[in-house]
């Protein structure tokens, strides 16, 4: 039988942020590297953003943020991620993120950290080196 | 200007350049490209010749600044009369915190305010509402009352600055704010001047902060342009902006012609209203960007003059010279500052300031170092300021008006932008106006190619970002102090809100709220209902909340 | 009990996570989706299945949002797949249509799924239709297929459904064209969305000449809804007769057309496993990779090619065909 398994991602706009260029550029270049790109639109609660994850069987979640709220989102979805059972889902972010706080981040579980203008090639490779594997 | 046989002898002259000098030049250094085109895909020559604007007609194409065209300028004397204004984008935390750092800029030099709002309040939600949550003061100020309004704006007398107020949906709310703390302060109504952002068709495809539906955003938007026409003769009901539109990814032709013809739709729309264009439109206001490109930047400011000033003439038949007049505010680039090595920031920062003054605004932004990383700190935004003063007292370029005037390049390049401008709003007027383009998606497309094209050249190294992708370092070596907003911040705005709900005259808000539902459905101009609310401290909420129920919400149309 | 048993029986559970994972397995047609399909399969048959479909620009996702709030205010659990197409450049896939109902997400009684066209061997047909029973068997009153209404493959998807809504707004011009192409023929309910704009009476007209063509012959005469999705004008009135057609084919009729859909599955599946296999056979023969050179240089067309390896092994097969 032929398998046709393709990477599926959630491309998140967590909280009131609007600045959409980056998670559309993002998602356009994931898209053309193959991937099924689910893009939430702006102004997701955390809560609506785990939920989509789950009914859409995602692999990967990348969060774009600039409004400087990440401390109080991020948390909360990887709070939430775990709660509902997903924690085999690989989680990135990318946005306006000074490096200090990067490292509480990465405690999280949030694997990488991209800032605006990192190659889309990066984020592509990354991912691709990084999806979790499915038994 | 030229007469045709002076044109054919350098013509002449320049094909035999071409054939006998040109060629040893390649060969011993070739030309590190074979086509240079500027991003918004104009193709730039080697040399500019007075061949390539053999059609200018000084008196017709340039004139005099202060008259039509008005491409020189719209005052007579520019710079050497007035400085453009100095006014930083500046908001964070709580109304004090940024009541301080309205202080602080002042007394720093600058002669403008401009306030940015938190997320909550641009949205519309209170400081207490849960989508609010975590986003209370973070990237500009928290407003949520009249009461946060008076502190804003304590110690500041509103006869002696004027205020920008960068907010689109809720522009309204935050008007009626303004103008109650003018009447608290007694200042005569006819005496405050300042700008609202109000321009909401752009958030439908560029900023993306629209809470109402395209029709009704509009009607919001012209309730402001109607209501300081008749009680508001200093306010800037509209900034009409582009800055967005560029920072979204769209190239200066595109944020240009999309810009202009958002300027044009509310003339219609004001004069559907049933006001005459010019008394209106001499208050219509204008936001660019300013980009790296040096001289496509300064381009597309002259070329911007000169094309509303012909579009007011020969569209909308304005007798009235100042309905003409283009006066724009400029914020230099947020999307090209990087991240790592901030300080180089500060250099891009300079060469888009000079292209904002060289092509002639009335108000400048410059952005802090420190903004790709965080809202700036004190020192970083006092550097920003300085550039600005610099470039006014110390580069000379202020002692004429419109320096580049002539430039064969910068003439030539400013017909191509205007020409290309008005192909485009040809186009959006054969898709039957803005509206119908933001529902056929065609601005959002165009933006999103634009944005994708230019993150590919980035990818590709056919585009050179210093310290980003080429000239990169392992480690910063002084890490910079970043601003961190308090998070005591929201609790403390969350105690003064509540503490506002339970002192004020709830009967009073309860009356308020009905006759502004009322209002709405009738579909009357909302100001003095609005102005009449906030003034009995109906949240900024509350208000928010019953536009929300007669209007409904607006749901995105999504392009990559 | 093994994986794919429990998955089955966290999908009739109505598990979500179930559900979810349930559906990738199809999607990935893995060895494990066929006996996934054969343990739900017993308890589909429940759900009322619709279909939407409709031009960019018709406010088609705007109002399967109000639809499916509409009838969750009248207390059914609905699942929406949202279909679109695989780039054929890149296999890659942008999924956007759930962004107008997301604020759904978090109800307990509403399940969104979005899925690309993936260019399947058995057709994308097939996938959706397995999210479909998927969403039936985990106990959906209501199951939505939604998809963009151009082109082929999207008439086929729409033949998953019982009830196929076909959605169109004026001033669209000239996409009436394109609706022709099959899906007039087989719209049950058509509606025009954007009703507040001034030309929605004349589409309505324009409709109802062709549709009065269409109804001679059927026994359910295909009606013309209006409706506002923006403000949820007429979709209480549309999902009356939603409920009305689900009615009609619960009579004697839809015997008839359950019997011709089940019959066409079957086949479709015998297809693609004889397909599948024979030409993993064929591939194996020393023929194969000849006669594709053979093609490339003009010696021999494909169809003959395919005789001439398919004469080798299956001399009745070439016979009947």
Known sequence: MQSTRKIRVLIAKPGLDSHDRGAKVVARALRDAGMEVIYTGLRQTPEQIVETALQEDVDVIGLSILSGAHKALFPRIMELLKQKGLTDVMVFAGGIIPEEDIPELKKLDIKEIFGPGTPTETIIQFVLENIPKRT | ?560 | MTKIEEIAKGVLAGDRRSIARAITIIENNTAEAQKLISLIYPHTGKAHIIGLTGPGGSGKSTLIEKIVREYRRRGKTVGVVAVDPTSPFTGGAFLGDRIRMQELSTDEGVFIRSMATRNYLGGIAKATKDAVKILDAAGKDIVIVETVGAGQSEVEIIKVAQTIVVIHAPGLGDEIQAIKAGLMEIADIFVINKADRENADKAVMDIQSILQLNNKEKTWKTPILKTIALTGEGVPQLIEKLEEHRQFLKKEIEHKKSLLRAEAELIEAIKEKAATSIIEELRKEGKFEELLHQILEKEIDPASAAEKLLRGKFKKAVSNA
């Open chain 2, 1 to 560: 200007m030229f007469d045709d046989e002076k044109i054919n002898e350098i013509k002449r002259e320049r094909e035999r350049w071409e054939k006998t000098t040109l060629p040893k030049w390649i060969r011993q250094c070739p030309e590190c490209k074979s086509e240079f085109r500027n991003h918004s895909g104009m193709l730039i020559k080697r040399v500019y010749t007075p061949e390539d604007i053999k059609a200018l007609d000084y008196l017709r194409d340039l004139g005099f600044p202060g008259e039509y065209p008005f491409l020189r300028g719209v005052h007579a004397t520019m710079y050497r009369g007035r400085l453009w204004t100095m006014r930083m984008f500046a908001g964070y935390g709580t109304a004090e915190q940024t009541n301080k750092r309205f202080k602080y800029l002042l007394k720093e030099g600058e002669t403008g305010l401009s306030t940015a709002f938190d997320y909550p309040t641009i949205m519309g939600y209170d400081s207490d509402h849960s989508m609010a949550k975590g986003e209370v003061g973070i990237c500009g100020v928290a407003i949520s009352s009249l009461k946060d309004m008076e502190i804003l704006f304590d110690g500041i007398p509103l006869d002696q600055v004027t205020t920008s107020m960068t907010i689109n949906g809720p522009a309204p709310m935050l008007l009626a704010m303004y103008v109650a703390v003018g009447d608290r302060q007694c200042v005569p109504r006819e005496k405050i001047g300042g700008t609202t952002q109000n321009d909401n068709l752009k958030e439908f495809f560029a900023q993306k902060l629209c809470i109402f539906p395209p029709k009704s955003s509009v009607k919001l938007t012209t309730d402001i342009i109607e209501y300081c026409a008749r009680h508001l003769p200093r306010w800037n009901p509209v900034s009409i902006s582009g800055y967005h539109i560029r920072e979204a990814g769209a190239t200066a032709l595109q944020e240009l012609a999309f810009t202009i013809y958002d300027g044009i739709a509310y003339v219609e729309s004001t004069i559907e209203r049933g006001l005459k264009v010019d008394d209106f439109a001499h208050r219509l206001s204008f936001f660019f960007a300013s980009h790296n490109d040096f001289f496509e930047e300064i381009a597309k400011f002259r070329a911007a003059r000169r094309l509303w000033a012909k579009i007011m003439k020969e569209r909308f038949h304005t007798k009235n010279p100042r309905s003409m007049w283009m006066r724009m505010h400029v914020q230099t680039s947020g999307c090209t500052l990087t991240a790592p090595q901030p300080l180089n920031n500060i250099t891009r920062t300079t060469i888009q300031a000079l292209a904002a003054v060289l092509g002639g605004t009335q108000s400048l932004h410059t952005n802090s170092f420190d903004e790709a990383l965080c809202l700036p700190t004190e020192e970083a935004v006092r550097v920003a300021l300085r550039t600005q003063q610099v470039i006014a007292h110390e580069s000379g370029v202020t002692n004429t008006v419109d320096p580049l005037a002539g430039s064969y390049y910068v003439e030539a390049l400013t017909n191509e932008m205007e020409e290309k401008a008005m192909e485009y709003i040809q186009k959006i007027d054969d898709m039957g106006g803005a509206i119908a383009a933001i529902e056929k998606g065609f601005f959002q497309k165009e933006i999103a190619d634009s944005a994708y094209r230019y993150q590919r050249e980035i990818d590709e190294k056919k585009r050179i970002i210093v310290g980003l992708n080429e000239y990169t370092i392992e480690k910063e070596e002084c890490p910079i102090k970043l601003l961190r907003i308090d998070p005591k911040a929201e609790k403390e705005q969350i105690i003064r809100l509540q503490k506002v709900k339970r002192e004020r005259d709830n009967r009073k808000v309860k009356e308020a709220l009905e006759k502004l539902h009322y209002a709405t459905e009738k579909d009357e101009n909302l100001m003095p209902t609005v102005i009449e609310a906030v003034k009995v401290y109906v949240t900024l909420g509350e208000i928010t909340e019953v536009l929300r129920e007669v209007y409904g919400e607006y749901k995105e149309l999504i392009v990559i």
